[in-house]
């Protein structure tokens, strides 16, 4: 089974600090996600890769920055943390025969003050 | 750019209702078009999906097809359960780049 991982469930920050968001995969997948999901907004798409060192930005890019430098890394960083960046944050690896189902991690649900 | 319209919920039925949760796509090409869904305290979830028009996609009693000339993807279900209380997303794939509806939330009552 595809297991993604996220190193937090749960993170509390102030505002200005530099945040890390972890997410491992274990399948050898290329292609990793990087959502926020937020009531009313559902899930919008912030940075994806489809290799090591690539990356693209997704639909709200902006106030965050992506490293992909192992291929079952993608981590997500939030330079210097806002209050409208609390949010549940969401990384997925894209599985299944065509390549047509995503897997997603369990979550970071993160609190900036 | 691409995006999926999905209506807004949230939607209430009852037990055994027929259901239909609209949803229409903008998209260069010819995306993959899915449903997610994701249940109280769980993580999402791929409930159906279908890759080029006129598929129709099923799971769990869930369909939905692929209409290219409305660009629709509405989903059905003849006869809902209470456990099918959860929120539903549209999707589509288009060179593995996945975007989601705004989701819609269903409430069944028993």
């Known amino acids: 089974d595809v297991k993604v991982t996220q190193s937090s469930r749960y993170l509390v920050k102030r505002t200005g600090e530099k945040v890390f968001l972890e997410c491992v995969q274990d399948?050898?997948?290329?292609?990793m996600f990087w959502y926020r999901q937020d009531p009313g907004l559902g899930l919008r798409l912030i940075y994806f890769?489809?290799?090591?060192?690539?990356?693209e930005k997704g639909d709200i890019p902006e106030g965050y920055s992506v490293s992909r430098e192992k291929k079952e890394r993608f981590s997500l960083i939030l330079e210097s943390a806002s209050t409208n960046q609390t949010s549940m944050y969401l990384c997925?690896?894209?599985?299944?025969?065509?390549?047509?189902?995503?897997?997603f991690g369990s979550g970071t649900q993160l609190s900036v003050l | 750019g691409d995006s999926v319209t999905q209506m807004e919920g949230p939607v209430t039925l009852s037990e055994e209702a027929f259901l239909t949760i609209n949803c229409t796509y903008t998209a260069t090409g010819y995306p993959s078009l899915f449903w997610y869904v994701q249940y109280p305290g769980e993580g999402l979830q791929l409930l159906l999906k279908a890759t080029k028009a006129d598929d129709k996609g099923s799971n769990k009693g869930f369909e939905a097809t692929y209409r290219k000339e409305t660009t629709s993807f509405h989903l059905e279900k003849g006869s809902v359960q209470v456990s099918d209380s959860a929120v539903y997303f549209c999707?589509?794939?288009?060179?593995?780049?996945?975007?989601f509806g705004k989701g819609t939330r269903l409430h069944i009552l028993p």
């Open positions: 399948m050898d997948h290329e292609n």
């Open positions: 890769s489809y290799d090591v060192k690539m990356k």
């Open positions: 997925a690896t894209l599985t299944g025969q065509a390549l047509e189902k995503l897997f």
């Open positions: 999707a589509l794939n288009r060179d593995d780049k996945i975007i």
